[in-house]
């Protein structure tokens, strides 16, 4: 086996979905024997539909709930106007993270790779050529041989904890408490939000957040029904009977990071990379932004396809993106508390989300959309580094778009333009490149675009800043080592 995933939430699946594209042999095991019921989030994002629909699949996950064009940052009265974002997808989309797993999953089967259930990773020890990974299926110990193993498995890794990866951060100070339950009375708890007390509806029953008035004696130990009913009572100052509770959790302020996304030949994406409060709900989002951006570098490492040190770029840009996570949503946190303290800096925020420079930047910033990596070449063109804008094109003769061109997850050169292209081997390539001679009528002014598999602007080149062949050459190069264009 190649890469064994552990794992199938959705870094997991997604990861495992990538890998499966460029041909690579992995398997995903997971130590749960069936997939939890339990849904923490209900949202997927601008970028994660981005990321989708650059493989063909994103319709299959909008067809199955509704799309708002607002979110929300700290404060519930002043929505951010997401349609003022660049993205094809200016909304956030109302589906279970449940249901998320579950659409991944048959992706990843029509792929040819089924998620082996009931199998815990126990131990590992890796060496200079892979990884021998001992998994508990039952009341038996398997041992596999692995070129990679990838800890998506969750903020309680099992994976990071035995590969000795650190996870430093700031520990839980403030907690809330979930409950998916019935109201014996629907109409004693209007939805929304009501003092400290926010009210979601749910087909056929009620998702109640709120604060936990003081920090447990045992953050693990289960949230009992009594507790929470006398805790939401004291909070509303009146009482609302509860019943039939589907599910009681708590969770925290928390915020950690593995200092180590890369270790050897472990790797972490999604909350076994990091873990952040709640705010935002961009946990789903974040895993998969980390799983497309490793997908396609551990897949050329693993097949001997990479450049020197292309794995440890995973490292560089996705921790520098959880850092990023981790801050905003403790600012989240913060200026949500119940604090009148905090009173003035809320006003003084609320204001400043009503200019709309400041919602755009925040819209961006809390959905990945702003993310840009380092490209590693000289320019300053502003898609240089970020997502490529899913132009429409005609390529080859045919009308298409980047995001259909990137279907096959693997890099591409578009020639555009009447500029003479430089050669293949002006690029000194020699496999693993998708080229598309192109005209882009919304805009006439690009000359040529290289794009990573996971939509990233590697190389730029316009009429009006017309790039040399040797930047093209160095892009090739850093990203894709001596690949051939088919």
Same mark, same amino acid.
């Given at each position: 086996m190649t890469v064994l995933v552990a794992g199938a939430g959705p870094a997991g699946l997604v990861l495992a979905a990538e890998l499966a594209l460029a041909g690579v042999e992995v398997e995903v095991v997971d130590r749960l024997p069936r997939r939890s019921p339990f849904c923490r989030g209900f949202?997927?994002?601008?970028?994660?539909?981005?990321?989708?629909? #650059? #493989?063909?699949?994103?319709? #299959?996950?909008?067809?199955?709930?509704?799309?708002?064009?607002?979110?929300?940052?700290?404060?519930?009265?002043?929505?951010?106007?997401?349609?003022?974002?660049?993205?094809?997808?200016?909304?956030?989309?109302?589906?279970?993270?449940t249901r998320v797993e579950e659409?991944?999953?048959?992706?990843?089967?029509?792929?040819?790779?089924?998620?082996?259930?009931?199998?815990?990773?126990?131990?590992?020890?890796?060496?200079?050529?892979?990884?021998?990974?001992?998994?508990?299926?039952?009341?038996?110990?398997?041992?596999?041989?692995?070129?990679?193993?990838?800890?998506?498995?969750?903020?309680?890794?099992?994976?990071?904890?035995?590969?000795?990866?650190?996870?430093?951060?700031?520990?839980?100070?403030?907690f809330g408490l979930l409950a998916d339950v019935e109201l014996a009375d629907p109409t004693a708890l209007p939805f929304g939000v009501t003092g400290t007390v926010f009210v979601i509806p749910r087909p056929g029953y009620v998702r109640i957040v709120l604060d936990e008035p003081a920090p447990p004696a045992d953050s693990h130990a289960p949230v009992r029904l009594d507790y929470f009913q006398q805790v939401l009572n004291d909070a509303l100052g009146r009482p609302v009977r509860l019943r039939d509770p589907r599910w009681l959790t708590?969770?925290?302020?928390?915020? #950690?990071?593995?200092?180590?996304?890369?270790?050897?030949?472990?790797?972490?994406?999604?909350?076994?990379?990091?873990?952040?409060?709640?705010?935002?709900?961009?946990?789903?989002?974040?895993?998969?932004?980390?799983?497309?951006?490793?997908?396609?570098?551990?897949?050329?490492?693993?097949?001997?396809?990479?450049?020197?040190?292309?794995?440890?770029?995973?490292?560089?840009?996705?921790?520098?993106?959880?850092?990023?996570?981790?801050?905003?949503?403790?600012?989240?946190?913060?200026?949500?508390?119940?604090?009148?303290?905090?009173?003035?800096?809320?006003?003084?925020?609320?204001?400043?989300t009503d200019l709309p420079a400041a919602n755009t930047h925040l819209a961006e910033l809390a959905t990945g959309v702003s993310t840009r990596y380092d490209p590693r070449i000289p320019g300053d063109h502003p898609w240089l580094g970020k997502l490529a804008p899913n132009l429409a094109l005609v390529a080859d003769g045919v009308r298409t778009s980047v995001?259909?061109?990137?279907?096959?997850?693997?890099?591409?050169?578009?020639?555009l333009g009447d500029r003479t292209p430089p050669t293949h081997a002006d690029a000194g390539v020699d496999a693993g490149v998708d080229v598309h001679h192109a005209r882009c009528p919304e805009h006439p002014e690009l000359d040529g675009l290289l794009i990573r598999p996971d939509g990233h602007t590697a190389w730029i080149s316009t009429t009006t800043d017309p790039q040399p062949a040797s930047t093209l050459t160095a892009a090739w190069s850093t990203w894709f080592g001596t690949l051939l264009a088919r």
């Amino acid at each position: 086996m190649t890469v064994l995933v552990a794992g199938a939430g959705p870094a997991g699946l997604v990861l495992a979905a990538e890998l499966a594209l460029a041909g690579v042999e992995v398997e995903v095991v997971d130590r749960l024997p069936r997939r939890s019921p339990f849904c923490r989030g209900f949202t997927l994002n601008a970028r994660s539909l981005e990321l989708l629909d #650059r #493989r063909g699949v994103v319709d #299959r996950f909008l067809a199955e709930g509704p799309t708002v064009p607002y979110g929300m940052f700290a404060d519930p009265s002043r929505p951010l106007d997401l349609t003022a974002m660049d993205t094809d997808h200016a909304y956030v989309l109302g589906i279970a993270q449940t249901r998320v797993e579950e659409l991944l999953e048959e992706w990843l089967a029509e792929l040819g790779v089924v998620v082996s259930w009931g199998h815990e990773v126990i131990a590992l020890d890796q060496d200079g050529d892979g990884v021998d990974v001992t998994v508990r299926v039952g009341g038996e110990h398997e041992r596999r041989r692995v070129r990679y193993l990838a800890g998506c498995d969750g903020s309680r890794s099992v994976v990071r904890g035995l590969a000795g990866i650190g996870f430093p951060g700031t520990p839980a100070t403030t907690f809330g408490l979930l409950a998916d339950v019935e109201l014996a009375d629907p109409t004693a708890l209007p939805f929304g939000v009501t003092g400290t007390v926010f009210v979601i509806p749910r087909p056929g029953y009620v998702r109640i957040v709120l604060d936990e008035p003081a920090p447990p004696a045992d953050s693990h130990a289960p949230v009992r029904l009594d507790y929470f009913q006398q805790v939401l009572n004291d909070a509303l100052g009146r009482p609302v009977r509860l019943r039939d509770p589907r599910w009681l959790t708590r969770f925290s302020d928390a915020a #950690r990071q593995a200092d180590r996304y890369v270790a050897g030949r472990v790797v972490l994406a999604g909350d076994a990379a990091h873990i952040h409060p709640p705010a935002g709900a961009v946990g789903v989002n974040v895993a998969l932004a980390d799983a497309v951006n490793l997908g396609w570098k551990l897949a050329a490492t693993a097949l001997g396809r990479a450049p020197d040190g292309l794995l440890d770029t995973y490292h560089s840009e996705r921790h520098e993106v959880g850092a990023r996570v981790l801050r905003t949503t403790r600012a989240q946190m913060v200026l949500g508390r119940h604090d009148p303290d905090l009173d003035p800096v809320r006003e003084l925020f609320g204001e400043l989300t009503d200019l709309p420079a400041a919602n755009t930047h925040l819209a961006e910033l809390a959905t990945g959309v702003s993310t840009r990596y380092d490209p590693r070449i000289p320019g300053d063109h502003p898609w240089l580094g970020k997502l490529a804008p899913n132009l429409a094109l005609v390529a080859d003769g045919v009308r298409t778009s980047v995001a259909e061109l990137l279907r096959p997850a693997r890099p591409l050169l578009l020639h555009l333009g009447d500029r003479t292209p430089p050669t293949h081997a002006d690029a000194g390539v020699d496999a693993g490149v998708d080229v598309h001679h192109a005209r882009c009528p919304e805009h006439p002014e690009l000359d040529g675009l290289l794009i990573r598999p996971d939509g990233h602007t590697a190389w730029i080149s316009t009429t009006t800043d017309p790039q040399p062949a040797s930047t093209l050459t160095a892009a090739w190069s850093t990203w894709f080592g001596t690949l051939l264009a088919r």
